[in-house]
């Protein structure tokens, strides 16, 4: 299983609303990553976790909440997000590449478009 | 089946010197090409990219070349210093309209610059 799946695919919310993205992948990676892409921009990074640890937050506002309940799972938690939050969410996942054997390789699943309304 | 290729997993280089790192595609759709930096313990970062528009596009020492008939593509960094020692993934997409097409990762090569 070389999958990073993420639910659900779209999600429309209010500015009021609470909601969660899920990420998981079953690959035994313990580096997991959350990236948001803007219409023609690249990806950027949110969050890393590493090893179930937040390891890395990009100045990330804090109505975007991580959580990563054991290594095979990432949440994105959501709460009084603006319009223009709106955009692709991607997960992605890697092996230590400080592991004998890790090359960083990166997986990333197809992403959750979120629309804020 | 590997729709973009970094045949190097590694490359080592002087201080000083050129680091070319090098990347193949497949998908004759690919338009935008970009390049992502890594180091051990961090998430990858965006560094530069390229559309198929230009054959070339240069940020300070990092510069990226675009062969589309050769769909090949190349990252060069000069002169290279010890902190440009990290993984380097090379990803490329159909152009990006409205962010839904999903970027491609090459494997990634590991930077080594030695001072």
């Known amino acids: 299983d070389t999958e990073v799946t993420q639910t659900p695919k779209h999600l429309v919310m209010g500015m009021t609303n609470k909601k969660s993205l899920k990420c998981e992948q079953h690959?035994?990676?313990?580096?997991m990553y959350w990236y948001k892409q803007k219409a023609k921009k690249p990806p950027e990074l949110m969050f890393v976790y590493s090893y179930e640890k937040l390891s890395i937050n990009e100045s990330v506002p804090s109505r975007f909440s991580p959580e990563c309940p054991n290594s095979s799972l990432l949440n994105l938690h959501l709460h009084a997000l603006q319009p223009e939050d709106s955009a692709l969410y991607l997960c992605?996942?890697?092996?230590?590449?400080?592991?004998?054997?890790?090359?960083?390789?990166?997986?990333f699943g197809e992403g959750s478009r979120l629309t804020v309304l | 089946d590997q729709q973009v290729k970094q045949n190097s997993p590694s490359l080592s280089v002087q201080e000083g010197r050129i680091s070319i790192l090098n990347c193949d595609y497949t998908n004759s759709m690919f338009d935008y090409f970009l390049w992502y930096k890594k180091y051990p313990a961090e998430g990858p970062t965006f560094l530069i990219s390229?559309?198929?528009?230009?054959d070339k596009n240069e940020d300070g020492r990092f510069t990226v070349f675009l062969n589309k008939s050769a769909k090949h593509l190349s990252l060069h960094i000069v002169p290279s210093q010890p902190g440009d020692s990290a993984v380097y993934f090379c990803a490329a997409s159909p152009i990006l309209q409205g962010g839904s097409e999903k970027l491609v990762f090459g494997k990634g090569t590991k930077l080594t610059v030695n001072p």
């Open positions: 690959m035994g990676h313990r580096a």
């Open positions: 390229i559309s198929s528009i230009k």
């Open positions: 992605a996942s890697s092996q230590d590449e400080r592991l004998a054997g890790g090359t960083g390789e990166l997986f």
